[in-house]
């Protein structure tokens, strides 16, 4: 059974981040706002990729002089959900 959230990005660009889950498992993103072409082809690579891979892979990346990134606040939005 999946279980969608929603998660609102801080210090970025993009403006929401929505998620359906199955587990641990991604089995959808889409990010609103931010670098379009590049968010559609990261939320593709996610898919099916278990959040604590996408975290390891994620966490830390920082986007210009900024100290996160939208790869950093999808790390960021997978941490809160596996905390709940």
Avoid: H, W
Avoid at 16 to 38: A, H, L, P, R
């Amino acid at each position: 059974m999946s279980e969608k959230f929603t998660y609102m990005p801080k210090g970025v660009c993009s403006r929401q981040m929505d998620f359906e889950m199955e587990g641990n498992i991604i089995k959808s993103c889409n990010v609103t706002g931010g670098c379009n072409g590049n968010l559609k082809g990261i939320c593709s690579i996610i898919r099916e990729k278990s959040a604590e891979e996408v975290i390891a892979a994620f966490e830390g990346i920082t986007c210009g002089p900024k100290t996160t990134s939208c790869p950093d606040q999808i790390a960021a939005a997978l941490k809160q959900y596996l905390a709940k």
